[in-house]
């Protein structure tokens, strides 16, 4: 028997993994704080739920994909909430940026998300249908928690490599040499990165619609220092990109792709990549 889908938070993210769910034959039930998501999927063959409670009524499994731990708590725990349609043998997946899935945009159109999940090895296996239509490598990475921790290790790890590559390029543009010969070449050795592939040409492009906002960035690292301050672990080259990201938020640039961390450090150097 197909376990019937609720998905709430049709974002960026939240679109392409709803409609894949679909493409995957699970019936799907969806709500979200605002209308076109919605009506974009109930166009499609989604059935339309009044509210979180009632998608939670409505469904086997439900998964949430929204911005920040308060809106997790408030569409899980809040009036009208998950909680109040919970019935037995439920399963709630929260998949928010503040959680298991990493990929981006792109990631999520295709289908090839990565996906690291926390939680009890059993619901993780009832699951597995479901997120193998969202995601090509899922990950079991311990109990409940652990989903959230590894992509906070995912998220450190892409932006500091983001902003090696920012500074590549930024060299470049200052030596005069061509920021596209630059990605070629340094794309074929060990210097190759996912950020270089793809973020760099856009950089170069001028290109910063997003794939994943500076804001969601920003937040997410704020949340790895958060962390990494309860435990005393040292993280100073985090602790300096995330500081650069909160300032690109603060020009009001929260809204744009992470590719434009390259505008902070051309504001520094006096000197534009293109």
């Known amino acids: 028997m197909t376990d019937r889908i609720g998905f709430i938070g049709l974002g960026i993210m939240g679109r392409p993994m709803a409609r894949n769910l ?12 605002s209308r076109p998501g919605i009506e974009e999927l109930v166009s499609e063959g989604a059935a339309e739920g009044a509210d979180a409670a009632d998608v939670a009524r409505r469904s086997d499994i439900v998964i949430t994909m929204v911005g920040d731990s308060p809106d997790v708590e408030e569409v899980a725990l809040g009036a009208n909430g998950i909680i109040e349609g919970a019935h037995e043998g439920l399963v709630h997946v929260d998949m928010s940026t503040i959680s298991p899935v990493s990929g981006g945009q792109q990631g999520a159109i295709d289908g090839t998300l990565s996906i690291m999940a926390g939680g009890e090895a059993k619901t993780l296996e009832r699951c597995r249908p479901a997120m193998a239509a969202m995601g090509r490598k899922i990950v079991h990475c311990g109990p409940s928690g652990a989903g959230q921790t590894v992509k906070l290790c995912n998220q450190i790890a892409v932006a500091i490599t983001n902003l090696g590559v920012c500074e590549a390029l930024v060299f470049a543009a200052r030596s005069g040499i061509d920021p596209r010969v ?9 210097g190759t990165s996912w950020q270089l592939q793809n973020l ?22 704020r949340l790895a220092l958060e962390a990494a301050a309860a435990m005393a672990a040292p993280l100073p080259g985090t602790g300096l990109v995330a500081g650069m990201f909160a300032t690109l938020q603060a020009d009001g640039l929260g809204d744009e792709g992470t590719q434009a961390l390259v505008k902070a450090l051309e504001k520094a150097a006096g000197v534009e990549v293109h």
């Open 22 to 33: 679909m493409k995957a034959g699970f019936p799907l039930t969806v709500w979200n704080r």
């Open 182 to 190: 630059m990605i070629e070449a340094v794309s074929a050795g060990a």
């Open 200 to 221: 760099a040409p856009r950089m170069v492009e001028r290109d910063f619609h997003p794939g994943f906002k500076v804001a969601h960035q920003s937040k997410d690292l």
